[in-house]
């Protein structure tokens, strides 16, 4: 089933136009990794599909749906978004999470049993129950980037957009709240969007890669037909070299000769 659908898609920022003609669909259980050089234009497609920037032409539709006949009410028990940062610094991480729960809540009441239950669970699934009372502000980088997703699964959404979900996070959290975001697109067909400046977590868990160049889209399809070595190169200018280990393919920047030689005077390896 189709939960996301753009279709001759501009978008961009009052006269300037980032993005032009994207047409690609994110269906249920479908985990779609956005990778692009520097001001490709991610962010505005994340910003657009998530109904925070009106399209310049062309449509976005949730579940067929056009995505402006949403209220914002409606569209908050549908989408949410994780950026990079937290500002709201004061709130500890209990409240902050609880924020996810606002479309859903009774405006005259306080939170219900089912509320402060789905705010339990996300705490639980990114690791964080026992920070709950904490400060964000006393909390690493890497701990308010799981606030925010943790916020973000207690919205219970059917389309989560991730604007860089493992920034700040060590190497091991980053695997685990990859393999989460995974889970929760294999068992819950939770359709997920994320950009990703790691290539190899982008192939290692998306189902689709979505490879974004001057304001369009150079590949859409599987991590093995959208990642090539001539598509890679088109985005980032240099070459990269694949690396395969049972079902797995790796890539790294190719290192030219003479900074291997340096690299290897200095003692690396």
Request: proline share 4%; with cysteine.
């Amino acid at each position: 089933m189709t939960v996301l659908q753009i279709q001759d898609l501009s978008a961009g920022y009052g006269t300037k136009t980032v993005l032009r003609g994207m047409n690609l669909a994110v269906g249920a259980g479908e985990f779609v990794s956005v990778i692009a050089p520097n001001g490709a234009g991610k962010s505005t497609l994340l910003k657009t599909a998530a109904g925070l920037l009106p399209p310049l032409s062309g449509s976005v539709r949730l579940h067929e749906r056009q995505l402006a006949s949403y209220s914002r009410r409606e569209l908050a028990r549908q989408v949410a978004m994780v950026s990079s940062d937290i500002t709201a610094h004061d709130y500890t991480v209990y409240q902050m999470t609880l924020l996810g729960r606002f479309a859903h809540m009774n405006r005259f009441a306080g939170p219900s049993a089912e509320d402060r239950w789905m705010v339990d669970k996300a705490l639980h699934d990114v690791g964080l129950w026992q920070q709950r009372s904490c400060l964000c502000s006393e909390l690493s980088q890497g701990e308010r980037q799981k606030v925010l997703l943790a916020r973000a699964l207690a919205q219970a959404p059917v389309l989560l957009l991730l604007d860089e979900p493992t920034a700040h996070l060590d190497v091991g959290n980053q695997f685990a709240i990859m393999e989460l975001i995974k889970q929760l697109a294999d068992n819950k067909g939770l359709a997920v969007m994320a950009v990703l400046h790691d290539i190899n977590l982008a192939l290692g868990y998306a189902t689709r890669l979505l490879l974004l160049n001057n304001g369009g889209i150079l590949a859409y399809g599987s991590p093995i037909e959208a990642a090539t070595p001539d598509n890679l190169k088109s985005l980032y200018g240099m070459d990269f070299t694949f690396f395969c280990h049972a079902a797995a393919t790796y890539v790294q920047p190719s290192i030219p000769p003479e900074r291997q030689q340096i690299k290897a005077i200095n003692g690396g390896s």
